[in-house]
């Protein structure tokens, strides 16, 4: 069965601290995509970044960066040098090519970052 | 640049009662979803489709419909609304390949139902 899981509930850290947010997957499938998306205080969803099964390159993105690895079935996240602009959920996702690429989603990583 | 807009942005409705909340998109994706959102959870899907005239169930399709009968509007109708289905729903929108594309999301609709 398909499944996403973010086990951090909530993170709180002082600006300027690099954060980890979590995101373990479970798939059948060979071809599969992963997402990150935010969701400020505002609550519109944004998307921050995709990634499929074949590239397990990691990706860096100004502060964020992603390390994808295949063996632990993970997608993790990094915000380096964190600002209160970053509080937001963060919600990791799966989508797999046999499921008409419906996303399955975590139920998302409340990030707090405190000035 | 509208993206995705939904509309109403919020409705209080009693038990019973029936509404349809309205997603339209401009920019000419084939895919289209309607989403719900309840507090500590991530997003259930209810519905989607893959293109007009076309719909299909997901995973919490229960008390809920759907239409898409031009490609840019995907509505969605509460026959008989019950406060379980108090929640903000979200409607998003993609390209349908190559791959899983990125679902570009409307602002969100928050319901409740009294």
């Known amino acids: 069965a398909q499944k996403v899981t973010q086990a951090q509930t909530e993170i709180s850290v002082v600006e300027k601290e690099d954060v980890t947010l979590d995101c373990v997957y479970e798939t059948r499938d060979t071809t599969y995509y992963l997402f990150w998306y935010k969701q400020p205080p505002s609550g519109e969803l944004v998307f921050l970044i995709r990634?499929?099964?074949?590239d397990e390159q990691n990706e860096i993105s100004g502060r964020y960066s992603w390390n994808f690895q295949k063996s632990t079935s993970s997608f993790n996240f990094t915000i380096t040098a964190s600002q209160v602009v970053d509080s937001a959920v963060y919600f990791c996702a799966l989508s797999e090519v046999y499921s008409n690429y419906q996303l399955i989603w975590g139920a998302g990583t409340k990030l707090i970052i405190k000035p | 640049n509208a993206g995705v807009t939904q509309t109403p942005k919020f409705r209080v409705l009693k038990t019973g009662q029936s509404m349809t909340l309205l997603c339209a998109q401009d920019?000419?994706?084939?895919?289209m979803y309607w989403y719900r959102q309840d507090p500590g959870m991530g997003l259930r899907l209810i519905h989607y489709s893959v293109g007009e005239g076309t719909t299909a169930k997901g995973e919490v399709p229960d008390g809920y419909n759907v239409s898409r009968l031009k490609k840019q509007n995907f509505l969605l109708g509460l026959e008989s609304a019950a406060p379980s289905q108090t929640s903000v729903y979200f409607c998003?929108?993609?390209?349908?390949?190559?791959?899983?594309?990125?679902?570009?999301f409307g602002d969100g609709t928050r319901l409740s139902i009294l």
């Open positions: 920019m000419n994706h084939e895919y």
């Open positions: 998003a929108s993609s390209h349908p390949t190559p791959g899983a594309q990125p679902q570009h």
């Open positions: 990634r499929n099964s074949f």
